[in-house]
């Protein structure tokens, strides 16, 4: 049976050896128990104590810097993911609103009065209501689609021709009307000088006296 051999990420999770053993023996070193002992043997033993101290203080710095390097790794990757989750959700959101967009597009598309096909058929020209065309379902839909396009530009063409005749009427009706408007303000204006003349000729009438007529004369013998 084979054994597997730890993963880079299995490796992260196991602790470096604790130094408690080593610190007993030390301990044991400088305790009045080893006062007898040699010397030099006890210095060559806290040697090697120290060196295999120094070496799992250094596996435990590699295990925490290790640690930190994995932990900055995960929230890396989080931040990634969380980032790609946000970007997932805007994305549903514009295909939710794209999608109403299509569906109220829809909806008014389908309230738009069209040419019947057979209004189509009779007032189409006749390159876009050929036999291919009329069994194609695709194409004839298209086609009616740009008759009916060119059928309201046309409308709208004349729609602003008959604005134009229209206002050209307005103007020169109102400048018939100013006219007109003149020319009564200049009879009334006749008819009041007339009236006045007339009154001053009837007041000069009455101020001239009445002469009486000659008495017969006795003729002379």
Do not use: W
Request: charged share 30%; aromatic share 4%; with cysteine.
């Amino acid at each position: 049976m084979t054994t597997m051999s730890p993963t880079h990420d299995d490796s992260l999770h196991v602790l470096p050896p604790s130094p408690e053993n080593e610190l007993d023996a030390l301990r044991e070193l400088v305790s009045s128990a080893s006062l007898n002992d040699d010397p030099s043997l006890v210095t060559i033993r806290a040697g090697a104590l120290f060196a295999r101290l120094k070496a799992l203080n250094r596996a435990a710095n590699h295990a925490t810097r290790a640690h930190k390097q994995a932990t900055a790794d995960s929230r890396q990757e989080m931040d990634h993911t969380y980032l790609g989750l946000q970007n997932l959700l805007y994305e549903k959101r514009h295909l939710e609103r794209e999608i109403e967009k299509c569906r109220q597009f829809a909806s008014v598309y389908q309230d738009i009065p069209v040419h019947s096909l057979e209004e189509f058929i009779q007032l189409a020209p006749e390159a876009a209501r050929t036999d291919d065309v009329l069994t194609d379902e695709h194409q004839l839909m298209l086609n009616r689609l740009s008759f009916e396009l060119s059928e309201r530009q046309r409308l709208d063409q004349r729609r602003k021709e008959l604005i134009k005749e229209k206002e050209a009427l307005l103007k020169e009706s109102r400048a018939k009307l100013a006219t007109m408007e003149s020319v009564k303000t200049h009879i009334d204006n006749l008819m009041k000088t007339a009236t006045d003349v007339q009154k001053k000729v009837h007041d000069l009438v009455q101020t001239i006296p009445t002469t009486s007529e000659p008495s017969q004369s006795t003729p002379v013998p």
